[in-house]
């Protein structure tokens, strides 16, 4: 995704391996120009979180094998997206040709659209729920 952004004229900076704080909710930013993605750079081996209001583009990249199927925005992903509205983008990439040629389709603000509405629900984290154990039954039991 960092050729495509290349291409496009953009200057690309990989994010998705920061957490905590520096999380930007994405896989990648991209700024209009090379000065303010090398400065943004030096900020951060600072320390620092500076000129964001530089960044053009926060990029959530997902792969999949096939065009079809839904994409999940959850966590800070979801987050960022609420905050960076028309700066935030999905790239979905997926194989056109088998080992040849591959598609990406764009959104930008993603959330401004009406999609159906999807809970993330665990059980496990709530002290509601009721646990069993439940063991294999013998196989030679007969269970009508």
Known sequence: MQLYEIEQGRFPFLVGSMQGEQAFGC????F???ADCSEFEEFLNQGRIDNLERV????????RGNPSGAI???????????????RYFI???YEAVEGQEWRIAILQNPLAYD???????DP????????????????NTDIA
């Open 72 to 86: 999940a925005l959850e966590g800070n992903q979801l987050s960022e997206a609420w905050r960076r509205k028309e």
């Open 32 to 34: 209009a120009t090379e």
């Open 115 to 121: 999609w159906p509405v999807s809970y993330s629900i």
């Open 91 to 93: 790239y979905r990439i």
């Open 27 to 30: 896989d990648l930013i991209s």
């Open 56 to 63: 053009v583009r926060f990029i959530e990249v997902k792969g």
């Open 124 to 139: 496990l984290r709530r002290e509601e729920a009721e646990f069993w154990s439940v063991k294999a039954a013998d196989q």
